[in-house]
């Protein structure tokens, strides 16, 4: 088990600088999912964090100790790949055993925890299959099984969910919680994906463009968004922004307000509009309204609420739920 | 599914009326013909005449009149000159399989990545392929000349009694093997290129992260990855051994005293140069029968298992 720090990280390919300046804490047992957009950089400072790639100024603290000339299998971390990365000529069990055999580990133990890991994670069935012969979700198990056997301080996970269809990659999520729950040990999570880093993080990281945006627990980072760019990323649906006018506040350039802080009334209210889609999910219903004077907003309504497209509608939010975002793109504590 | 089922069970004026209606065996019955004709004319035509002509013998001027049954098959097992070129036409193969492979995968490891460097090395690699074999042979024949080549500036520089490497009995293969070795390395290097660049850089970053040192992701993750590329390029290697020929002839033409023939050296010598068209193609025939033996055998052995 072990914290890891990251000093001053700057990452440039050539002329490109992906990664400008950054600083980071991974608290011992947590897990940290750093979230943003394609191409914003966290493959990258997942991979200096595993040492396949060297950063160009800064260093990495795994466990207190400077790891930054560090070779990957000197670091006590093990990854796993989007691509799983299996070797389709070793069976399952060869495969979990892989870097047991090449670090001499004796043969009694390394049965042991290759029966432990086919345990945790239900493989013991397909140990002497292919990979191959495995389904996506059983291949990432295989993935996640040659991780576990090596009990490394830091799991790192690049995107390991992605090539999943939707009902396995919600399963596989809750085995993945469960497997932190059981393990305790940190975890460093990377996707593009806000409902995987709500549902499986204790904390954070929103990244754009190399930068942090803002590093929290789930529900700070979905109430307090620290920027225009978290708020809009964190939560779905989406949190409305409309223009600052919506506030009556000079310096204010947008007001962010999220689909269930907003009330709606057929007869009065402070923002007047129209229905344009009104869709029913059963105890909600997700009404798109084209408001006369800031746009279009979405709005989130009790199941049963009668509504349709055409209708006129008084839209009122929650003031104490508003999010006001200055010309820089931050959050103001105002009151307005 | 059960349109399979259905087409099987379907009468074969059914089916082939579908499959016309469809285009597919409209565009085979274009599309085929010519291809068979060429084949049929140039390779299979030539192949039966030649079988035919082995058991004649003849001088390749007129109808073949004499016929000598198994006389030409009798002789050539009896020659002892076609017993060299069988076992040169063995080392050969030898060599390809032992030294020239595991070289070309060698270098191949080294210069795969994408690299403008590396863009240079596999060029020059390369080169000695690209090369006419004639001309190959022209360039080793002064390399290897003891007057003037340059084993002769090498000889004279140590002060050794001037060599002549390509007329020495015991040295004039070993020569011919390091010109084969030259000229096809970069070929097979090539095929192990394109292999190593398909190999997911993901297996091979695991195989780091999991202690692997540069030697065992080569022997544990690159190696198993390529096994079909290897498979091709060994087949490649021993078909080619069989047909070695154009880099004979420049160098030393099956000399000294006829020790350096292989096959179909010894062929285009014995048969061809000397006008026996009946032993020839009885060579021919011969080379033919190992070359089609090997081939299905390795395909079986080899290629024909996929592992997925
Ligand atoms: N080896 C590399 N050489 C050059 N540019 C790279 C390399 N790896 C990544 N990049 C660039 O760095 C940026 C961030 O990439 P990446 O970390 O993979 O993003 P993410 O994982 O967030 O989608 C991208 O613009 C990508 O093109
Ligand atoms: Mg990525």
Redesign the interface.
């Known amino acids: 088990m072990a914290e890891v720090r990251l000093n001053n990280l700057t990452k440039r390919f050539g002329s490109v600088t992906v990664i400008p300046e950054l600083d980071l804490t991974v608290p011992d047992g947590s897990f940290t999912v750093l979230v943003g957009p394609s191409g914003c950089g966290k493959s990258t400072l997942l991979r200096i964090i595993a040492g396949l790639e060297t950063p160009t100024e800064g260093s990495v603290e795994i466990g207190g100790a400077d790891v930054t000339r560090e070779e990957p299998s000197n670091r006590g971390i093990s990854m796993v790949f989007q691509s799983y990365a299996l070797y389709p000529h070793m069976t399952v069990a060869q495969n979990i055993d892989f870097g047991l055999r090449l670090s001499k580990t004796p043969a009694a133990e390394r049965e042991e925890r290759v029966a432990e890991a086919a345990r945790i994670l239900s493989l013991e069935p397909l140990l002497d299959r292919k990979p191959g012969q495995l389904s996506g979700g059983q291949r990432q198990r295989v993935a996640i099984g040659r991780s576990i056997v090596r009990q490394p301080k830091v799991f790192l996970f690049d995107e390991p969910l992605s090539n999943l269809d939707a009902a396995l990659r919600s399963q596989m999520r809750v085995e993945l919680a469960q497997l932190h729950k059981s393990i305790t040990t940190t975890m460093i999570y990377v996707t593009h994906d806000q409902v995987e880093a709500m549902t499986l993080a204790d904390q954070i990281v929103v990244m754009n463009a190399g930068r942090i945006e803002q590093v929290g627990a789930p529900m700070e980072l979905y109430d307090k968004p620290q920027s225009e760019f978290v708020a809009a990323f964190i939560g779905s649906p989406k949190m409305n922004l409309l223009p600052g006018k919506a506030v009556q506040h000079d310096e204010v350039e947008t007001v962010g307000i999220r689909p269930e802080h907003i009330r709606a009334d057929t007869e009065d209210g402070d923002w007047p509009g129209t229905a344009t889609i009104v869709e029913h999910l059963g105890a909600d219903t997700m009404a798109h309204v084209k408001a006369d004077e800031l746009g279009d907003l979405i709005v989130r309504l009790p199941g049963h609420t009668r509504l349709s497209a055409g209708d006129r509608v008084f839209l009122t939010p929650e003031r104490e739920n508003l999010h006001l975002f200055g010309k820089d793109g931050r959050r103001m504590e105002l009151n307005v | 599914m059960p349109s399979t089922t259905d087409s099987q069970r379907m009468p074969l004026a059914d089916r082939l009326r579908r499959g016309l209606s469809n285009g597919r065996i409209t565009s085979v019955l274009i599309l085929l013909p010519p291809a068979l004709i060429l084949f049929t004319l140039f390779v299979m035509l030539p192949l039966l005449e030649s079988g035919y002509y082995a058991f004649f013998d003849w001088n390749g001027y007129g109808e073949p009149t004499d016929y000598v049954g198994l006389e030409n098959f009798e002789r050539i097992v009896g020659h002892s000159v076609f017993h060299t070129a069988a076992a040169n036409t063995g080392k050969i193969i030898a060599v390809s399989l032992i030294v020239q492979m595991p070289f070309a995968l060698l270098l191949a490891l080294l210069i795969y990545r994408k690299t403008p460097t590396n863009a240079v090395f596999r060029l020059i690699f390369f080169l000695p392929y690209i090369l006419a074999e004639v001309a190959a042979g022209l360039i080793w024949s002064f390399v290897f000349d003891g007057n003037y080549g340059v084993t002769a500036s090498i000889a004279e520089a140590f002060g050794a009694e001037s060599l002549f490497i390509l007329a020495d009995r015991d040295w004039a293969f070993v020569a011919i093997l390091t010109v084969i070795l030259w000229k096809y390395f970069g070929f097979h290097m090539m095929i192990y290129i394109a292999a190593l660049q398909g190999v ?1 850089n ?2 091979i ?8 040192t540069r030697l ?1 992701v080569v022997r ?2 690159q190696i ?2 390529i ?1 079909p590329a290897i498979a091709v390029s060994a087949f490649f290697a021993i078909i080619g051994a069989l047909q070695v020929f154009d880099v004979i002839i420049p160098l030393t033409n099956g000399g000294p005293s006829n020790t350096t023939h292989t096959i179909v050296t010894y062929l285009y010598t014995f048969g061809l140069t000397r006008l026996n068209i009946g032993f020839g193609s009885a060579v021919g025939v011969i080379l033919f029968a190992v070359a089609v033996t090997i081939a299905v055998f390795y395909q079986r052995v080899f290629m024909g298992r996929s ?2």
């Open positions: 997911s993901d297996q970053e695991a195989a780091r992260i999991e202690g692997a065992q544990y993750v198993p990855a096994k592992e997925s």
